[in-house]
């Protein structure tokens, strides 16, 4: 198993430019979360997925949208990069809140310009 | 707004020392704590999760739940430089989909 795996590890976007952050996981799990980290800061959920065709916002949300069409995937939709989006984010999965673990992924590193 | 909050950092300790690392949360109702390992640059790995007052021990780790005080505490025995690491604890919150909330982390570095 793969587990979680996020592209691309690094970007560089200019201001009011659009990219995808990719999330995909092989492990069948029905929960998947996006956070974003700041320097020094803890995560910060901006979306989060209880199955397919189901997601919900969190913490952070203003800036970002989600589709969840399959099981797999979880793609993060950045429109009108700023600035203030300038962050870390990782991917997060999960069976279901029976389970004790949210099993990341490797991280986007994502700058703004 | 829910929170947990962690002790500010860095702590320092020497190699072989007992590194003690603290988290307070604001809602009661939380259950579940769990304590995450971040090194430098990397994505973070569960330690330990507990959701029985009291302590939970695996291996040089020990977790403490004290629920009447919302207070949960990891304690590192016998520190090694490889548990130099920013340590989060996050508390989970059934209400909103199980959703993690994330203290800010506590960096540790323990000194050869």
């Known amino acids: 198993n793969a587990g979680v795996t996020q592209t691309p590890k690094f970007r560089i976007l200019k201001i009011g430019q659009s990219m995808t952050l990719q999330c995909t996981q092989d492990?069948?799990?029905?929960?998947m979360y996006w956070y974003r980290q700041d320097p020094g800061m803890g995560l910060k959920l901006i979306y989060y997925?209880?199955?397919?065709?189901?997601?919900d916002k969190g913490e952070v949300p203003n800036g970002y949208n989600v589709s969840r069409s399959t099981t797999e995937d979880f793609p993060l939709r950045l429109e009108l990069a700023a600035p203030s989006q300038t962050s870390v984010y990782f991917c997060?999965?999960?069976?279901?809140?029976?389970?004790?673990?949210?099993?990341f992924g490797p991280g986007t590193r994502l700058t703004v310009l | 707004q829910k929170e947990v909050e962690q002790n500010s950092g860095p702590l320092s300790v020497p190699e072989g020392a007992i590194a003690s690392l603290n988290c307070t949360y604001s809602?009661?109702?939380?259950?579940?704590f769990f304590w995450y390992r971040q090194y430098s640059g990397k994505s973070p790995e569960l330690i330990m999760f507990?959701?029985?007052?009291g302590d939970k021990e695996d291996g040089r780790f020990t977790a403490q739940l004290n629920k009447a005080s919302q207070y949960v505490s990891l304690l590192i025995r016998d520190s090694q430089p490889s548990d130099s690491a920013t340590y989060l604890c996050?508390?989970?919150?059934?209400?909103?989909?199980?959703?993690?909330?994330f203290g800010q982390g506590t960096e540790l570095s323990v000194k050869p």
């Open positions: 997925s209880v199955g397919a065709g189901i997601t």
């Open positions: 996050a508390a989970r919150d059934y209400n909103q989909g199980g959703k993690l909330i």
């Open positions: 997060a999965s999960e069976p279901g809140l029976a389970g004790n673990e949210q099993f």
């Open positions: 809602d009661r109702g939380s259950q579940s």
């Open positions: 507990i959701y029985s007052n």
């Open positions: 492990m069948n799990h029905n929960y």
